[in-house]
């Protein structure tokens, strides 16, 4: 049976995921490496199936964090985006300070915020806002600064005002743009959530994975690591079907074969 390019491509990455997998097993049995060092995928997958209902409300709490931390960073990047791509003074203005901003390692933050708001789920969100928002500012930004100036005087000449032309043709040219910025941000966005559970926090997986790492616990930290892993995987697919379904216009073909 002839598989169509889209099925073929998911085939070949759960087949290259698994081959993974087996080689890592392979060393570790072959080399006798101890389960402190690198503990073999049997071994996670063990402690996964073994301690599941012990870490789902952890995993559920970092998913909580790392989802509307990313839906603000989201909503702020665009605002602020559409606003720096849309002038030209406020790019001069704006743009250095979010540059020197995005500069400043969030770990160097998470402290302010823990004395502001106090630990916990707060300075969770609010990590990864803060950290999954540039690259949506940026590809915001970039998308409208990139519109053609022989299309804007068109419009223009059309009788078309500045705010026609943002919504009609600066920000559906953005979309490619914002949703290859959401696949990025969504990754930084759980970035910054466990690091805020690691420093200031009673829950989350990057909390368990702060303890087990202290207990020297190796495979139930590669547990919190597949977690994650899971966990960013399938925002990422959804955003791309998303993607797919509203910029399927802008996506070059991956087919060309002639029927």
Known sequence: MKLDPRSRQRLLSVLSVLA??????????LFNVSDLV?????????????????????????????????????????????????????????????????SIPKVAVVPIFVVWFGAGTVPAI????????????????????TTEPELEDVLRALGASKTDILWNVGLPRTMPYLFA??????????????????????????????????NFDVPLVFAGLFILAFLGVAL????????????GWAQRKTDFSIA
């Open 20 to 29: 993974l997998f087996l080689l890592w097993e392979l060393i570790c049995r």
């Open 38 to 102: 690198l503990p073999k995928p049997s071994q996670i997958f063990k402690v996964l199936f073994e301690r599941l209902p012990a870490l789902m409300p952890h995993a559920t709490q970092t998913l909580f964090t790392t989802v509307v931390g990313f839906g603000l960073g989201v909503l702020a990047g665009v605002l602020i985006g559409v606003m720096i791509g849309s002038s030209k003074l406020a790019y001069d203005v704006a743009y250095p300070l979010l540059v020197g901003f995005n």
């Open 126 to 145: 609010l990590t990864a806002m803060t950290i999954s928002m540039f690259p949506v500012v940026v590809n915001v930004a970039t998308g409208l600064a």
């Open 181 to 214: 910025s959401l696949k990025i941000a969504i990754s930084l966005a759980f970035v910054g959530s466990v690091l805020s559970e690691t420093v200031a926090a009673n829950r989350g997986i990057g909390n368990v994975m702060m303890i087990a790492s202290g």
């Open 236 to 247: 990422y697919a959804i955003f791309s079907f998303i993607e797919h379904k509203v910029t």
